[in-house]
């Protein structure tokens, strides 16, 4: 059970798009589609955005999506605000009842 | 609505054992897995332990087995993490989590959290 590998911090402006990489193996996101997104602003709890790779809770904005390809696992957040600037953690199942987040990423909207 | 309240944590010394509680309401518990995550002073978020509403399936991280064990009392609504042999890296906040059910699964996402309960293993 290694972390998911995220950057560890992204930044852009206002309006823009972005997408944050999570990289796992071909045990945990490569095998499975049971991918999921948290947003954390500071000093609260985490927030499911995005879940099932790319399926979004009933509440949460059209302008978070999600996707994966091989081992790999994106967030695209499009039109930026500032409400956005939060830390990002990506989770996956990795077989065996065991679940593994990512690293996090700081998103600046700058 | 739905509330998940820790309790249990503070300061104890390596070695030791501390033994957590999560006590739910605002939803039909016995539908839904719970599961514990922990973040470390500044750092990220590090999933725990997990167990269905049945308790028929249970997970542990790496880091925990072997040392943790998580169980449920359904007609208490709630959820314990016993903790033994506790380390300094053990140290972080620990948020116990409602699972969220997709089509497929209840297992594997998380919708509702608590605020969490500080441990703090140091000698």
């Known amino acids: 059970q290694s972390a998911l590998t995220q950057p560890a911090s992204v930044s852009e402006s206002p309006g823009q798009s972005i997408t944050i990489s999570c990289t796992g193996t071909?045990?945990?996101?490569?095998?499975?589609?049971?991918v999921s997104w948290y947003q954390q602003h500071p000093g609260k709890a985490p927030q499911l955005i995005i879940y099932e790779v790319n399926k979004r809770p009933s509440g949460v904005s059209n302008h978070f999506s999600g996707s994966k390809s091989g081992n790999t696992a994106s967030l695209t957040i499009s039109g930026l605000q500032g409400e956005d600037e939060a830390d990002y953690y990506c989770c996956s199942y990795a077989g065996s009842s065991n679940l593994v987040f990512g690293g996090g990423t700081k998103l600046a909207v700058l | 609505e739905v509330q998940l309240v820790e309790s249990g944590g503070g300061l104890v010394q390596p070695g030791r054992s501390l033994r957590l509680s999560c006590a739910a309401s605002g939803f039909t518990f016995d539908d839904y897995a719970i599961h514990w995550v922990r973040q470390g002073p500044g750092k990220g978020l590090e999933w725990v332990s997990g167990?269905?509403?049945?308790?028929?399936?249970?997970g542990y991280a790496d880091s925990v087995k072997g040392r943790f064990t998580i169980s449920r009392d359904n007609d208490k609504n709630s959820v314990y993490l016993q903790m033994n042999s506790l380390r300094a890296e053990d140290t972080a906040l620990y948020y116990c989590?409602?699972?969220?059910?997709?089509?497929?699964?209840?297992?594997?996402?998380?919708?509702?959290w608590g605020q969490g309960t500080l441990v703090t293993v140091s000698s």
């Open positions: 989590t409602k699972g969220y059910c997709s089509s497929t699964n209840c297992y594997t996402y998380f919708d509702y």
């Open positions: 071909s045990s945990d996101v490569g095998y499975y589609n049971l």
């Open positions: 167990i269905s509403w049945d308790s028929a399936t249970i």
